[in-house]
């Protein structure tokens, strides 16, 4: 049968208001970064990446921040919108020869009206 | 964005069969490919590299023998599911990288074993 599932954690906005998804990454010699968002039933979706020489990148509505000391990532997204609603995956590249990506364990965002 | 399709979406199939997953990346060639399994509720957790010419790369814990994985060409690689048993019911996602380091998903494709 299926693996008990962790319950994912949820941010909870309403419609308008900023959201701010945290993340922890695991290795400090990761050196890019990107921002997943998954409707239920579909793959992920890219929303915008950063490398490690920098600590902010702005994209349309969204703005990833990078804090290198603390291994700490973040999704800001400006005026929320029901159709923001999904989770949200980190992820970061582990160069191990293959350029592979290690998720983080994922934000429920829920926008109310 | 760059596209990365995946056939079938969905697939139910009796334990002890084999499942055929496929991967294609429709507007750029990718001589690597990676294959994903998530369950409900969990993150995506990479089961193996798939490489253009060679052999795959499994992860720690991923039977190769029992997760077949062919990259017959630059735009298409294929995961096979042998002697698929309920525990096997999963959500597999496979993506690309039309660069060097960002990929692009699969919509994934839903497999449940009865």
């Known amino acids: 049968g299926e693996s008990v599932g962790l319950h994912l954690p949820t941010l909870s906005v309403q419609e308008g208001d900023n959201s701010i998804i945290n993340c922890a990454y695991s290795n400090s010699a990761s050196d890019y970064f990107i921002w997943y968002k998954q409707e239920s039933g579909k793959g992920p979706q890219f929303i915008i990446d950063?490398?490690?020489?920098?600590d902010k990148r702005q994209g349309q509505r969204v703005t990833v921040l990078l804090n290198k000391t603390v291994k700490h990532l973040s999704l800001q997204i400006a005026a929320t919108q029901p159709g923001d609603s999904a989770v949200y995956f980190c992820a970061e590249n582990t160069w191990g020869g293959y350029n592979k990506l290690i998720f983080g364990a994922g934000t429920r965002l829920a926008v109310h009206p | 964005g760059a596209v990365v399709s995946q056939h079938p979406s969905r697939v139910i199939c009796k334990s002890g069969t084999s499942v055929k997953i496929e991967c294609r990346s429709l507007d750029f060639q990718a001589t690597t490919m990676f294959w994903y399994r998530q369950f409900p509720k969990q993150s995506l957790m990479l089961m193996a590299t798939?490489?253009?010419?060679?052999?795959?790369?499994?992860e720690q814990g991923v039977e190769k023998d029992k997760f077949l994985i062919n990259h017959a060409s630059l735009t298409l690689s294929t995961l096979t599911v042998t002697s698929a048993h309920p525990e096997d019911s999963s959500f597999y996602i496979c993506?690309?990288?039309?660069?060097?380091?960002?990929?692009?998903f699969g919509p994934g494709t839903r497999l449940t074993v009865l």
């Open positions: 950063i490398r490690s020489n920098m």
């Open positions: 993506s690309a990288p039309p660069k060097s380091d960002t990929q692009y």
């Open positions: 798939s490489n253009e010419g060679s052999k795959a790369t499994y």
